[in-house]
């Protein structure tokens, strides 16, 4: 045992220094919303840094929510994320994972000016509870005839 025993440092110094550089390798590692909170208070506007960390090819989908999720407006990032050129379904599903809804995503959208019609389709993709072949919605009188007459409370039914 005493021959064996000027070696048992060799056992225990791995052990040792992995849980003393353990705190800082967890420690060095920042989150997406880390990295956008830190560079938003730099320049103290969020379209320059959602636009940054597109080009910087981190997920389009992780720097939409992270933002929305900071408290920015969520038509001002969905604005910068696409005028980033980042991809479209991923930008939406960030928004809609953020907080979002999907009538917020379509109007910023259009607003950007992405065709409403592909706006739809990335809509109907990214959203799991609107499905495709939505159906527009009619909305008619009371008393089921267009046009004219008066509205009676009977009519109601």
Known sequence: MLKYKKYMYLLFLPIITALVFAPFSVCAEETVKDKIAKNYKETKDIC????????????????????????????????????????????????????????????????????????????????????????????DMPGHARGGGFVSPHSFE
């Open 48 to 139: 320059p840094v959602v636009k940054k960390f597109i080009k910087e090819a981190i997920d389009a989908k992780e720097v939409v929510m992270a933002s929305i999720q900071l408290g920015h407006d969520a038509c001002l990032v969905i604005r910068c994320a696409i005028e980033a050129e980042g991809n479209f379904e991923r930008i939406i599903a960030g928004a809609l994972a953020g907080g979002a809804t999907a009538d917020v995503c379509s109007r910023c959208m259009i607003e950007a000016g992405v065709d409403p019609v592909k706006a739809r389709q990335v809509l109907e993709t990214a959203s799991p509870t609107m499905g495709p072949g939505l159906s527009q919605i009619d909305i």
